[in-house]
């Protein structure tokens, strides 16, 4: 059972647009939340976090949302480049028995930002 | 260098092969994790060290081989694999296993093909 879902595989969007990712996820004792960018041929990029007591957190052009009641989370992208082009990866991580925290990873999302 | 390197990007081997994958990290980190990652399926973790020591081996065929000489090399050494082993694999490393912001960084992978 997958504890963290992207439900959408694809989402496209015009330049200069919001570009808005979307998580969902089931176990309640997450704490922190990543979002990553990859490009093809390339490993994961850290893009963007938020602590389980935030709710919301801004760098540049990105935010990220959280609404723990809903166990949703999602990634503000405005405005929209096509150099964001690229599958955003939802992880999710909690503080495991023994002491040991393990990321959690959704299957992705592929952004096409048209020019 | 910096960040995270993998070698080689990619590679071919037989069922018969055996290959190691390296992985370097130039981040100071103490802990590195080998990921899989196969067509539509989320990211899976293999393996965690943290100082040296595996801390979670996530019930991985013996056909795969973790090696951490020290905090910035690891190793993935195969033998004997099968197609279905044909994977993107990721190596990252992060500050610490516990800490409760701990950001993952990737390397760029290595893609393998089982033939």
């Known amino acids: 059972d997958q504890q963290v879902k992207q439900n959408s595989p694809s989402l496209s969007v015009q330049e200069g647009r919001i570009s808005i990712l979307n998580c969902d996820y089931t176990?309640?004792?997450?704490?922190?939340f990543l979002w990553y960018k990859k490009y093809p041929a390339e490993g994961p990029t850290f893009l963007i976090s938020?602590?389980?007591?935030?709710d919301k957190n801004e760098d540049g052009r990105f935010t990220v949302f959280l609404n723990k009641s809903a166990k949703h989370l999602s990634l503000h992208i405005v405005p929209s480049q096509p150099g964001d082009s690229a599958v955003y990866f939802c992880?999710?991580?909690?503080?495991?028995?023994?002491?040991?925290?393990?990321?959690?990873f959704g299957k992705g999302t592929k952004l096409t930002v048209n020019p | 260098e910096t960040g995270v390197t993998q070698t080689p990007r990619h590679l071919v081997m037989g069922m018969t092969n055996k290959k190691s994958l390296k992985c370097e990290q130039h981040?100071?980190?103490?802990?590195m994790y080998w990921y899989k990652q196969s067509a539509k399926k989320p990211l899976e973790l293999m393996f965690v060290?943290?100082?040296?020591?595996?801390?979670e081996n996530n019930s991985v065929p013996s056909r795969f081989s973790p090696e951490c000489p020290n905090s910035s090399h690891l190793f993935l050494h195969l033998h004997t694999l099968q197609p279905e082993d044909s994977a993107l694999y990721l190596c990252?490393?992060?500050?610490?296993?516990?800490?409760?912001?701990?950001?993952?960084?990737f390397g760029p992978g290595t893609r393998l093909t089982v033939l």
């Open positions: 990252a490393s992060s500050q610490d296993i516990t800490g409760g912001t701990n950001t993952q960084y």
């Open positions: 176990n309640s004792m997450f704490d922190y």
């Open positions: 938020i602590s389980s007591i935030k």
């Open positions: 992880a999710a991580s909690a503080l495991e028995w023994g002491g040991s925290e393990k990321l959690v």
């Open positions: 981040l100071g980190h103490n802990a």
């Open positions: 060290y943290s100082l040296e020591e595996r801390v």
